[in-house]
């Protein structure tokens, strides 16, 4: 029995040498009761196990003396030599130090960790393995600032690695460890700390001022820095709190760069919260700002709603926009443009956003630049213009494309340079042959169509001199409703007030709008810029339509307050004239309701319909706010609620051209009743803009029955919603009938009467949000633009010469 048990514990033995011979094992010391102690140092002693034959290494424990740990098992005698003189050396400060003696799990993890890190201090160590009990011993407080580590860093970078706040604590306040001491790579704890999320780390760190919390490291980074890189948001706010320096520029440029290149947003708002001043810093190498640095569109406008100039010039010349071209960014362009960026700054190599977008055959980009104005003739420093760039540069399908669209907006087509020619060509795309006499100039080749030698022939100075009291004539412009395809009347408006070299204000002397019209007509008598308006409706309708219909009111109400003032009175401005509809829905039939800047005309008319009821008396324009007038017009139902008593005009009168010209003919015999006969001025002419006309689809079903059986009832659902939006287009349609009731009623009157409505390839949304789809709806109306051209001189020549 003797035989097999020794042959058992031989087994055992060997089995654990090639199982894991540091595997750390309570043993009976009675086992070894029948050896001496080849080495004994402290608790700590090494035997010759000749049963096993391997060398052991045992922890005798004073709270257990029947049991010890074996350290390791090992068959070679200098193994188990070198580690008994490091086991006695380093074990000996945490078996010291432990009040209620290790445990196994804790001597397994000492063990381990200095095999593995044989340079550690015993610092590291404590920290590694947690002992934070051990802090209390000479020999480990020694050693508490010490780099012997692989990457030379301290115990307490190893804390902050770690993420072990209570150790850190103990390291800062009990051991009043060193904050400023860098690793191999020139971090200090700060470094480690601002890659941990925890701002708890940060706090214990900045108990005292240090010289670490903004040093630079090898690679020129401060601990903010490290922050925005890797986007550690709290560390980021907590590193501020405790007045890490913003201001510091590193390698790549300050931290606000660095939080833009790796699109950190939170850590960005956290730094313009402190130092506003850094939404204009400039990076070292390029000199750009941070909207030079940008990825993403929210943090493109954080950035431009935090005073970043959209037009700062890098030391290369590149704004932010020719940046975003270049990297393809068309969302974030999109943002530059609708702020205000200048679509033909000229950049590195001379080169505009045009250029770079025709360099990578990017149609989208393309059509924008156009779209908000880029000059397709500009030459860059090699004579190149974008038309031309074009030609060499762009591929495959891309190329018929481009070319078709370039000409389509009034370009013609020439060819790129030949070895042939003497003299090659210096652009692939000229002025249209029939506007070449046109001194408009190469910046508005996007409106070719409207720049003709016509309007040149007409003195302005004689037209300016002569003054609105000698014109015999009023004009009248009409904005049609349409929610976000307002864009188009812009457009439309960009092209008149081009051509005529005036602002739209000044060329007429009425002016109504229904819903989005009613609104830029608003605008225009406040002396808003086109281009301005352009760029708010771009940035209007991310601030409105949001969420699902219908939508909050309140966004839409402060963005009118904003642009018109909480308290301006529509009779404020009172020329031009304006009036805007709306519908009373406070009463039935509903009734048309316009909001002037003017006294009402006096008709002596009775009400249209007999009334059973007494209503609220309407409020007079000197007493009506702008912005409820506006925001009365826009009431469309299912997109905002009613305002009071009002709801959107385009219930009524989608297009309000000719209920304008009866408001003019009921003013005018106003003022003849009045005695006033002598300041009557008749309509000359009348100019009517639309928002798009959508292309027209085939409609299966308008009927409604009842139903017998389930295929029925889908044909009757089907045929009550297309009869239900028939009843709706019908009831707000601004084109067919209504156009031409107008231009009939005009040429009985002997009236000049213009209509300009683009036909749109695709429906598009009142509530459009999608800035390639208005971007597509803006180039269609270019392009409408270019092929009524004749027409829209003819306009301008009228305006001008009345």
Not at 341 to 347: H, I, K, S, Y
Not at 411 to 437: G, W
Request: proline share 5%.
């Amino acid at each position: 029995m003797q035989f097999f048990g020794r042959l058992v514990s031989s087994l055992s033995g060997v089995a654990n040498i090639f199982s894991n011979p540091y595997k750390v094992r309570e043993v009976p010391l009675a086992e070894y009761a029948s050896f001496t102690p080849s080495k004994e140092d402290g608790r700590i002693c090494l035997y010759s196990n000749m049963n096993a034959r391997s060398w052991d290494c045992l922890l005798v424990t004073p709270q257990n003396p029947q049991k010890a740990f074996r350290l390791f098992q090992l068959e070679s005698e200098a193994d188990a030599a070198q580690w008994f003189g490091e086991f006695s050396q380093k074990l000996r400060p945490f078996y010291e130090s432990s009040r209620q003696g290790l445990c196994m799990d804790a001597v397994q993890q000492l063990t381990d960790c200095l095999r593995n890190h044989p340079t550690w201090s015993l610092a590291h160590v404590a920290v590694e393995t947690g002992q934070r009990e051990s802090f209390r011993h000479n020999r480990i407080i020694r050693s508490v600032n010490s780099t012997e580590s692989e990457n030379g860093c301290t115990p307490l970078h190893l804390a902050c690695q770690k993420g072990d706040v209570e150790c850190l604590r103990v390291l800062v306040e009990e051991c009043h460890a060193r904050t400023d001491i860098t690793d191999s790579n020139g971090e200090t704890v700060f470094h480690y700390g601002a890659k941990q999320n925890d701002p708890k780390i940060i706090e214990v760190l900045a108990q005292t001022k240090s010289i670490g919390l903004d040093h630079l490291s090898k690679i020129g980074e401060t601990p903010l820095h490290v922050a925005c890189r890797l986007g550690k948001n709290e560390t980021t706010l907590a590193l501020l709190r405790f007045q890490a320096k913003a201001d510091i520029v590193g390698a790549q440029g300050y931290p606000i760069h660095i939080a833009m290149k790796y699109n950190q947003k939170d850590c960005a708002e956290a730094i313009l919260d402190v130092a506003a001043n850094q939404a204009m810093a400039r990076d070292p190498c390029y000199g750009g700002t941070p909207l030079h640095w940008v990825k993403s569109v929210e943090m493109a406008r954080m950035l431009l709603d935090r005073g970043c100039n959209v037009n700062y010039a890098s030391k290369t010349g590149d704004m932010a926009l020719n940046i975003m071209v270049k990297r393809a960014r068309f969302e974030c362009a999109m943002v530059m443009l609708t702020h205000g960026a200048d679509a033909n700054a000229q950049g590195e190599g001379g080169n505009t956003p045009l250029h770079l977008a025709m360099k990578l055959d990017h149609l989208e980009l393309i059509k924008a630049l156009i779209v908000f104005g880029a000059d397709m003739e500009t030459p860059n420093e090699f004579g190149e213009t974008p038309g031309l760039i074009a030609a060499r540069s762009s591929k495959g399908a891309n190329r018929k494309v481009l070319l078709n669209l370039l000409s389509s907006v009034g370009a013609k087509r020439c060819y790129p340079p030949s070895p042939a020619s003497p003299e090659p060509p210096t652009t692939l795309y000229a002025r249209d042959s029939r506007s070449s006499n046109s001194s408009i100039g190469i910046e508005d080749a996007v409106y070719i169509a409207t720049g003709l030698s016509a309007m040149m022939n007409i003195s302005r100075d004689s037209m300016d001199s002569a003054g609105d009291g000698l014109r015999q004539q009023d004009r009248l412009l009409c904005l049609d409703g349409g929610g976000i395809r307002g864009l188009v009347l812009i457009q439309l408006l960009i092209a008149i007030e081009k051509e005529a070299g005036r602002p739209i204000r000044e060329l007429f002397d009425w002016v109504s709008g229904t819903s989005t019209g009613g609104i830029l007509a608003l605008a225009i008598v406040h002396g808003k810029s086109m281009d301005y308006l352009r760029c708010l409706y771009f940035r209007m309708k991310d601030e409105v339509f949001r969420g699902s219909r219908p939508y909050e009111s309140a966004p839409l109400e402060e963005f009118l307050k904003r642009e018109f003032g909480e308290d301006t009175k529509m009779t404020d401005i009172q020329s031009p004239r304006v009036m805007v509809t709306g519908v009373l829905a406070d009463r039935h039939p509903a009734e048309l309701h316009l909001f002037r800047n003017y006294d009402p005309p006096q008709t002596g008319k009775e009400p249209p319909y007999q009334r059973f009821a007494t209503f609220q008396p309407l409020t007079a324009p000197e007493h009506q706010l702008v912005w409820r007038a506006a925001r009365s017009s826009g009431a469309a139902p299912t997109y905002f609620r009613p305002i009071g008593r009002f709801l959107d005009g385009g219930l009524l009168s989608n297009n309000p051209t000719l209920d304008s010209m009866v408001e003019i003919h009921e003013f005018n015999k106003d003022l003849r009743r009045k005695g006033r006969g002598a300041f009557v001025k008749p309509l000359g002419v009348v100019a009517s803009l639309g928002t798009g006309k959508p292309p027209q689809v085939q409609v299966n079903s308008v009927d409604v029955f009842r139903p017998t059986n389930p295929w029925e009832l889908a044909k009757t659902v089907f045929g009550a919603r297309e009869l239900g939006k028939m009843v709706v287009d019908c009831c707000t349609d601004s084109d067919g009938p209504a156009v031409e009731r107008a231009r009939a009623w005009c040429e009985m009157v002997d009236v000049s009467f213009f209509r300009f409505s683009p036909q749109l390839q695709t429906e598009v949304m009142l509530d459009e949000v999608s800035d390639s789809i208005l971007v597509n709806m803006l180039w269609e109306t270019q392009i409408y633009v270019y092929h009524n051209r004749e027409q829209l001189q003819r306009l301008v020549q009228q305006l001008l010469n009345m």
